[in-house]
């Protein structure tokens, strides 16, 4: 989000977000992948994020031994 929060999009709950601490993150996503293990952790982060904060959490994953991590992004109009 703008403020720098994040929030997870799980779309086996119906695609709700929830709001989550990043010390929850990769605890959260390592389970939701042990459901689909092939399926990608996407990040989208706010336009007004900055991008050394998106770099933070995709760092954060990794070292947390989530796999296959992207990006979300939107084309231009």
């Given at each position: 989000?703008?403020?720098?929060?994040?929030?997870?999009?799980?779309?086996?709950?119906?695609?709700?977000?929830?709001?989550?601490?990043?010390?929850?993150?990769?605890g959260l996503?390592?389970?939701?992948?042990?459901?689909?293990?092939?399926?990608?952790?996407?990040i989208a982060?706010?336009?007004?994020?900055?991008?050394?904060?998106?770099?933070?959490?995709?760092?954060?994953?990794?070292?947390?031994?989530?796999?296959?991590?992207?990006?979300?992004?939107?084309?231009?109009?």
């Open positions: 989000h703008a403020d720098s929060t994040l929030a997870l999009r799980d779309r086996d709950s119906g695609g709700n977000e929830t709001a989550v601490d990043r010390n929850q993150l990769g996503i390592r389970q939701a992948q042990k459901k689909h293990p092939q399926q990608a952790v996407l982060g706010d336009k007004n994020v900055k991008y050394a904060v998106v770099l933070e959490v995709m760092d954060q994953l990794q070292r947390q031994q989530v796999s296959r991590i992207g990006l979300l992004v939107q084309p231009l109009k």
